[in-house]
């Protein structure tokens, strides 16, 4: 069995212009970035005969799913990206290249700025990663959101699985992860 995983084609929707910004523009800025149109590009699917197409509800996956794959597309919550949130709510402000390396931390760490934990994110990955076995028999294309790939390449190395290291996964590529 296969399992290929895409990240979603490349956000339009860049950084804040301002260096410095308050929690409420950080906000504002992703709000921004999930209602962001994508730059559609080709996508090498590696020549695999792919029989289902599991894809997150957030509208960047769900377009990037419906140019890249022609059947039925299943979509589900457990897909979504990580969600963020500032780990302060005062109206001070920081470096916005601090945001997503404060962020992670508070999230890695548990920390109540943050609403679902990396347990809660362990869990979801682990009951997709079982729908997806239970379901197929051959290859399944998963397009989902950078940040949960990399907990889905965990799971599924865990499983039995052998596939590339990710780092930070690149938009609109295709990581190849099978069954020994």
């Not at 509208?59 to 780990?87: H, N």
Request: charged share 30%.
């Amino acid at each position: 069995m296969k399992i290929g995983l895409v990240r979603h084609f490349k956000v339009t929707r860049g950084y804040p212009t301002a260096k410095w910004i308050t929690p409420t523009e950080f906000d504002q800025w992703m709000k921004e970035y999930e209602e962001s149109d994508v730059e559609e590009t080709e996508v090498d699917l590696g020549g695999e005969d792919w029989q289902k197409c599991y894809v997150s509800t957030v509208r960047r996956a769900a377009y990037t799913a419906e140019k890249i794959y022609q059947g039925e597309l299943i979509k589900t919550e457990d897909l979504r990206e990580i969600p963020v949130y500032p780990f302060f709510k005062r109206n001070i402000k920081i470096p916005m290249i601090l945001y997503p390396l404060c962020i992670r931390t508070a999230w890695f760490f548990n920390h109540k700025s943050q609403l679902e934990r990396r347990t809660d994110v362990e869990m979801r990955v682990s009951k997709i990663i079982d729908r997806i076995l239970e379901e197929n028999e051959e290859n399944a294309l998963v397009v989902s959101h950078g940040a949960l790939m990399m907990f889905m390449r965990k799971e599924l190395i865990r499983r039995g699985f052998t596939g590339p290291k990710l780092g930070r996964p690149e938009n609109a590529k295709l990581y190849l992860f099978e069954k020994v």
